[in-house]
Structures are given as C-alpha cells and as structure tokens.
C-alpha cells in the first residue's frame, strides 16, 4: 500500500509566488560582470562588451530577463 499521494509534488496555486514577486535584484547596481555570470559565459572582454552593450541599452533591468 503506497503512502504518497500524488497531487502532494504538484505545488497548489495558492502557494505559488506570482513571477510578478520573484526579483534577483538586491538594490545594488549591476556590473557588466554580472551580467556575464548570470549568463553563465566567461569573462572575457567580447562577452563583458557585449554586457555593457546589454545595459547600456536596457539598464540595470537587463539581468531580470536573463535569470529566472
């Protein structure tokens, strides 16, 4: 006889955070190395222009859309 139940993995609606309140930010600005990390690349001087490129155009608010 099994004990678990199999609605119990599934988290229930109520109890999920609204992706509207998940935030990686912590109020510190965000460098091009950041941004790079969060990426998962090395840091190298093409991927650390390619970040000052990425927040020159869309601000600190870049790194939000590379994380989850």
């Known amino acids: 006889m099994s004990t678990s139940q199999p609605d119990a ?3 229930s609606p109520e109890r999920t955070t609204p992706d509207n309140l998940l935030h990686t930010r912590t109020g510190t600005d965000v460098s091009p190395e950041d941004m790079v990390l969060a990426t ?10 390619w970040a000052r490129r990425k927040l020159d155009e869309e601000g600190p608010d870049a790194i939000e859309k590379l994380l989850p």
């Open 9 to 11: 993995s599934r988290p």
């Open 40 to 49: 998962g690349r090395d840091l190298t001087p093409r991927n650390l222009e």
